[in-house]
């Protein structure tokens, strides 16, 4: 019997993470529409894939937005989010000129680790092209530390986000 690595102990094998993602229901999911504009894309039409990690962002950014978080402000008090951990699972290429939904929903807030579960499907639900985990963690600016707790606002509207 072989010994884990911590980093690989703390994430689910590949097959939990497509059932879970799969068995979610929808309606705690934020929903955020895109388009692949040649941009996103590599030369032969298929979304490259550091596009799917930038839908993801915006996904985040605005589901915080809507809740009351706007992360300027998350910035000006003096705290970051940086992405700490993340897995990604490509179930189907997504072409150029195709529409999707970006779903996104905090599913575990632990201190200051947030969780964030992702799917990028087809606007009807019929293609399921991508689904994904990122760990955040809050961030001191000033110091570059690891915050002992998140700012009481944003803790609070996060709560809120969780019910």
Request: charged share 20%; net charge negative.
């Amino acid at each position: 019997m072989s010994e884990q690595s911590p980093r690989s102990a703390q994430l689910p094998p590949s097959n939990q993470i497509q059932t879970h993602y799969l068995a979610a229901t929808t309606e705690h999911w934020f929903e955020y529409h895109v388009r692949a504009y040649p941009h996103h894309t590599d030369y032969s039409g298929v979304v490259w894939h550091g596009a799917y990690l930038t839908w993801m962002e915006e996904a985040r950014v605005e589901c915080l937005h809507s809740i009351g978080i706007n992360y300027a402000d998350l910035v000006a008090l003096g705290c970051e989010l940086p992405v700490v951990e993340l897995s990604l699972r490509y179930h189907h290429p997504l072409q150029m000129g195709v529409a999707a939904i970006v779903k996104t929903r905090m599913t575990q807030m632990e201190g200051v680790r947030i969780n964030w579960d992702y799917q990028i499907q087809a606007p009807d639900g019929e293609e399921l092209y991508l689904t994904g985990r990122v760990t955040l963690v809050a961030v001191d600016r000033e110091k570059g530390k690891i915050m002992r707790q998140l700012p009481p606002r944003i803790k609070d509207a996060l709560v809120k986000l969780s019910t």
